[in-house]
């Protein structure tokens, strides 16, 4: 299946500013006061790119900074839809109309394909010597003693008080009541209005008047509400702004598997939450996390394996520690009919994997628990064992098991780590090994090495020493043919991992978006081709063990988790797709008899660089499935063609790191 595009030309066009929505017709445009709306495939709002056209047709992507500065607004309430305001960056004006082409990819899981659909919005407003221009302000950002939101500086300036009766008004509610401020008293009374890098930002700290507060304020999970309304009247016309912001100081908590995320209950009711580039909606469940409503609370329960996380290395005690991390976050609550959000980045402390309270080492044993749940999917207990395997858990559960060893035997081992004594043993699940591969599985398998170290002063502790290979050494050819193989979070394809990411951490059967890409090269006649990819354990491209993913430029038939390849042709904005190869590899580890050998895979290509100007090569040309007479890499040395300029032997970075 291909790139699928649509365009659609059927447009619902209403006279005069009135609030028109036509809710479940995907492509229905609505025109309101100030603003007019696009309905979009519900199915895209977890995952897309959207664009809108200038007036050379050239496509301007809408990332989060264009938003903002141009008047654009995505929502999810009970539809997907864009949002412009009359004034937005690449509004025209034809025939008296407003008119806006808009463009947006995805992928369809339904038929299995990316497709791109194009729109167009039209909007004739009425014209009015007395113009009201009415706004909603709600993107929190959310900080440990402020909240702030911005607006672009399209309006008269916060400053720009004249020796006339024109000057901003606010309207502060504290739920109850509403009491009107000129800026300068609200200002005394705990708030902030300033302009700086094009953007007007009203910020409103915890301890300021008419805050409204929700949530046991004896604990740390307290919900802050600022509901303000600015004013502006020239005596042409008057403009209401809307400023609703939420914000939780402290709404993250890690437990050893989960980021917890705590908002305590309000006025407002949750319509979605976005991690990263990942939208998720209450009434879809999702295998990413759990949403739930508790007494007085909104808990959200994040896999600390959860695709998008990351782990970052930080200091604890003479020993290195990791903290889990995810991407910004933003919680978006409907307010009395207005969409509000409160975006931050969830943190969890600096821990040593693994670490738990209960867990102790004295009297010359440790004592740890294994829980069923320490997998998704869970664990199976019956295959759970330690480095010496006569040796079994004191206590069994049907979800958890509790082992209590001496520090003498079952395996355990003794070393001298900066002057202090450390026991370090191992458990371990067994694998089902696949036969039909044998060399890898995709499988789960739980491995934890738990530690206790002694010294003078400090108390036992078990923790998990985590051990990285160093990544492999850039590769490239001489002269100036340079050929980089890069990883992606995600199949758009935005931003590839950077080489202090590394090593990246996935699932098994998580996908893997891998790019080969020529480098410094402006020639549009010459073609990257791709010759084999393969997957090592080591670092070294020609180590063992070794698993092929792509084999004479095409899939390798003998996994049942076939290589995707992902056409240029869906992408925009390359200059040359002839340079660049995308394709994405379900993730697995080295198995050898039923045990792992490895969790750290290291990806490599080799490649072809070709001269467009000369199709006959066989060498060049790419034909699936590949002939088992006539293998590119054969006639390489020997053929002498002049359309091969070059062959490269590429690397990732550094190692993917399989859970």
């Not at 979009?40 to 990332?63: G, M, S």
């Not at 008293?185 to 700290?205: C, P």
């Not at 893997?512 to 010759?531: A, F, G, S, T, W």
């Amino acid at each position: 299946m291909g790139w699928l595009s649509i365009v659609f030309s059927v447009v619902i066009l209403i006279f005069g500013w009135m609030n028109v929505n036509v809710l479940g017709l995907e492509g229905a445009v609505s025109c309101l006061p100030d603003s007019m709306t696009l309905e979009l495939p519900l199915e895209a709002a977890a995952n897309h790119q959207l664009f809108v056209f200038d007036r050379n047709n050239k496509p301007i992507q809408i990332d989060p900074a264009y938003e903002l500065k141009c008047q654009y607004t995505v929502e999810v309430v009970t539809v997907f839809q864009l949002r412009v305001g009359y004034g937005a960056c690449e509004v025209q004006e034809q025939n008296k109309s407003l008119f806006l082409a808009v463009q947006i990819n995805y992928f369809s899981k339904a038929l299995g394909q990316t497709v791109t659909k194009k729109y167009q919005m039209v909007c004739l407003p009425t014209q009015s010597d007395n113009l009201q221009i009415s706004r909603e302000v709600g993107k929190t950002r959310c900080t440990q003693s402020f909240m702030e939101v911005m607006l672009p500086q399209q309006l008269p300036n916060f400053d720009a008080i004249s020796n006339t009766r024109q000057e901003w008004l606010v309207d502060i509610n504290n739920g109850q009541t509403t009491t009107t401020m000129t800026l300068l008293q609200a200002r005394s009374k705990g708030y902030e209005f300033t302009v700086a890098n094009n953007l007007m930002i009203v910020r409103a700290y915890f301890t300021a008047t008419g805050i409204q507060k929700f949530g046991r304020l004896q604990s740390d999970k307290v919900l802050y509400l600022a509901d303000l309304t600015l004013k502006y009247d020239s005596g042409f016309g008057k403009i209401t702004i809307l400023v609703l912001m939420i914000c939780v100081p402290a709404p993250v908590s890690c437990n050893r598997m989960n980021v917890l995320i705590e908002i305590p209950s309000f006025v407002g009711t949750f319509t979605n939450l976005l991690i990263g580039t990942r939208l998720y909606l209450p009434s879809l469940p999702s295998t990413d996390l759990a949403i739930s409503r508790q007494q007085n609370m909104l808990r959200i329960t994040v896999p600390k394996r959860h695709p998008l996380a990351r782990t970052m290395a930080c200091p604890l005690g003479f020993l290195t520690g990791v903290k889990t991390v995810l991407p910004d976050t933003k919680l978006t609550f409907n307010v009395r009919g207005t969409l509000t959000s409160m975006t931050f980045t969830p943190v969890c402390p600096c821990e040593m994997k693994g670490s738990d309270p209960a867990v102790l080492c004295q009297d010359g044993f440790m004592d740890f628990e294994v829980s069923s749940n320490d997998t998704l999917p869970p664990l199976d207990l019956g295959t759970v064992q330690l480095r010496d395997p006569t040796c079994r858990p004191s206590v069994s559960s049907k979800d958890s098991l509790l082992f209590h060893i001496p520090l003498a035997s079952c395996g355990t081992t003794s070393k001298v780590i900066n002057g202090k004594l450390v026991y370090e043993n191992e458990i371990r699940a067994l694998l089902k090994d696949r036969p039909l591969l044998g060399v890898i599985t995709r499988d789960s398998e739980y491995v934890l090495t738990v530690q206790c170290y002694y010294d003078h002063t400090a108390d036992a502790n078990l923790i998990v020493d985590v051990k990285t290979n160093a990544p492999p050494p850039p590769a490239m050819e001489q002269g100036d043919l340079i050929v980089v193989l890069r990883a992606y979070p995600d199949v758009l394809y935005r931003t590839p991992y950077r080489d202090q990411d590394y090593p990246v951490v996935r699932s098994l059967r998580d996908p893997l978006y891998l790019e080969v890409q020529v480098l410094n090269r402006l020639d549009p006649n010459i073609k990257l081709v791709l010759d084999d990819c393969w997957a090592t354990g080591f670092p070294s491209p020609s180590s063992l063990p070794r698993w092929n993913i792509i084999v004479d430029g095409c899939q390798y038939d003998g996994d049942d988790y076939m290589t995707v390849f992902h056409s240029m042709s869906k992408f925009l904005g390359i200059p040359f797709p002839s340079h660049y190869r995308r394709f994405e590899v379900k993730m697995f580890t080295f198995v050898s008899g039923g045990v792992v050998q490895t969790n750290s895979i290291y990806f490599h290509c080799s490649t072809l660089i070709c001269d467009l100007l000369k199709p006959d090569s066989d060498l060049c040309a790419k034909t699936c499935p590949s002939s088992a007479s006539v293998k590119r890499r054969r006639g390489l040395g020997s053929a002498g063609s002049t359309a091969v300029l070059g062959e490269v032997v590429t690397s990732l970075p550094g190692p993917v790191a399989v859970l």
